[in-house]
Structures are given as structure tokens and as C-alpha cells.
């Protein structure tokens, strides 16, 4: 490590101002402040002092997404070879699926980090770290059949128009990842939803086979579209395990547990929004249970909901995000038991669109800064009625 930071200490004044690569300057701060921890100091007024930095924040986050990364790439591979009924072995379900994400990793980081290094240096700013989550998530929270073109369109569109446009990282009150998906399904509804983009259907690199025609629905699409009240698929541990057709990274409970945990024990997860956000959507789903319309998703036990598409990335991984939640303890219950419940009656209500919990959390985010100004507004008021009472 000492022989990294000599070198870097070394190529340093070639990136400052007069060097011959001062132009690459936000490029290569936003390097060294990655690599390590900045040397400068605030040296006036009162500021907390902490070991870990955004940059560390946003690493850590990345680490926990790592299970459900890996447990996607094998799943994508075990969902091609079971629906194309060919034996293959654990490797060759893992390389298929790891051959079938790189590509979508690499064009949702080259084109999102390629806006914020034009911008930062346009702007003379340092490099943002925000995308470091950002353009992990994406890639997880679609399907294996996304076409690249649409996925760097769809980024660049959400870089640009959903975090820059409000001054870059901690700016923002829409999620990135999830303005993303959101101009995916909205402006290319067929390569995000139907039975046909769920599963791999070509060979890559000797790895899978030419399939045509491969068509496999999601629980959520199989509920949604159901003549009968019943006709929603039962429970089985592959609901927990995450071995069904979805989105990359969003079908293992399990996997995303283990990210659950990573955050909280680090202290940067909130576990009151990733509670509330489970027993709101528990609560609405039993009250569908019992009150809602005569439907196989309303019918399908709020148990199951919960297992089901997005709900859980989301609420462990975007309805937490630290820049569009709520940032007060009581804010952050109402927040997240709103998200749940929302996202279950956007998916049973609306037919058309089953999964609900990415317009629940963008909904929520909207309301987040009311929910806080609320709570605050709420302390100040106990506040001046107990510095008047003890001033009589």
C-alpha cells in the first residue's frame, strides 16, 4: 500500500494546475480519494470528524449487494438451462449468467461515471461517489434480456435528469437506480415486462443455447394475469431461495438478507425503514386478504407478497437510500410502512402493472421532505411551549 501511495503522491503534480494532464484533475482526485483516505482537513467552524467517508459509505453498500449479484449471475444461468431443458453444471449456470450481467455492469458504469467525470471537470468540481451504488443497482433490477443500447440510454437519462439537474450526489429526491427503471418500463414497455425477457435465450460464448421462442412468466405475472380467484402460484422455497424468473438481482430473499445484515451491522441501513417497510406491506396485504377484490393477487397471501418481485431489494436497498428517505427516527417508520403498503396496492389494483414498489418509493420520496418538515416542525412547537412554560 505505501508503494501505491508513493506512486500516486509521484504522478500527482501532472494532474494539478500547470501539469500537462491538469485536464484529467476531477479523474484522478476522484481516484486517489477512493484509493484513500483524503489528508485535508476542515480547519474553521464546528464539524464532526468520522474514520469513514462517503466514498467508504458507498463501498460498503456495493459489498452487500454482492451476494445478490452472485445469486443472480447463477440464477440466470440455472433459468436458461432449466427452460431450455439442457443438464449443465454449477459452472457452466454461473459463467453463462456472469457473461450474460458483465456487459450490462460495464455499460452502467461507463456511461454513468463518464457523465459525472464530463461534468465534474466541466464544472471543476470533484468526482461524485454516488454512482457507485447506482451503477451496481441498475444492472440488478432488470431483465436478463434488457438490450445494452436501452440500458445506457436509460442511464444516462437518469444521471442527467434525476441527480445532475439537482446538483449531483446528496441533491437528488428521486432514487437514481429507480428513475432508471422507471424510463425503462415507461418508454420501452416489451423489453421490461411480458414472459419473454426474463430468461436468456442465446448462447454466449459456447456457454447456453439457441432457443427460440423461450417464454417463462414471473409469480407476479402469473398472479396478475389469472382468471381465477386461486389461480396464483403456491409458495415454494424457491419464492425464499430465489430460484424463479425476475429481475437480476431481486428474486433471492436470502441473498438479500445477507445484504441486510452487512448494512446494519456497518450502521448504514436503516433498520426502522427495512422494518416498517416489511410490516407495511404485511399489513396491506392481510387487509387484501380479507377485504379486497376478487382476484388471484389479492388473494395471495401477504406472506407471499412479500417474497415476491421487487419488495424486498427494495426495501432493504432503495427504500433506505440515505439521500431520498426520511431522515427523522418517527419520519422513517411512517416512511417506510407507506412504501410497503403502497407497493401492494399499486400491485393489486393496478393489473397491468403487478410489481409496485418502485413507483411506491418514488411516490415517497416526493413526501419524504413533508414527513421530515412535519416531525421537525412538531419538536419545535414541544420546544417553544415548554421554554414558555418555564419562563412563567
Known sequence: MKALRNYVDKIKPHFQEGGKLHAFHSVFDGIETFLFVPNSTSQSGVHIHDAIDSKRIMSIVVISLMPALLFGMYNVGYQHFTYANVPATFWQMFGYGFLSILPKIIVSYAVGLGIEFIIAQWKKEEIQEGFLVSGMLIPMIVPVECPLWILGVATAFAVIFAKEVFGGTGMNIFNVALVTRA????????????D?????????????????????????GEAATAVSPTGYPPFTIDMITGLIPGSIGETSMIAIAIGAVILLWTGIGSWKIMLSVFVGGAFMGWIFNIAGPDTAIAHMPWWEQLCLGGFAFGAVFMATDPVTASRTEYGKLIYGFLIGA???VIRVLNPGYPEGMMLAILFMNIFAPLIDYCFMQRNINMRAKRALKSNK
Not at 424510463?183 to 411480458?194: D, E, K, T, V, W
Not at 421462442?213 to 414471473?218: C, H, I, S
Request: no cysteine; charged share 5%.
Open 183 to 194: 424510463f425503462l418500463f415507461f418508454a420501452y414497455p416489451a423489453q421490461m415486462s411480458g
Open 342 to 344: 403502497l407497493a401492494i
Open 196 to 220: 419473454s425477457v426474463w430468461v436468456g435465450a442465446n448462447s454466449i460464448f459456447g456457454f447456453g443455447e439457441n432457443i427460440d421462442g423461450l417464454t417463462a412468466a414471473t409469480a407476479l
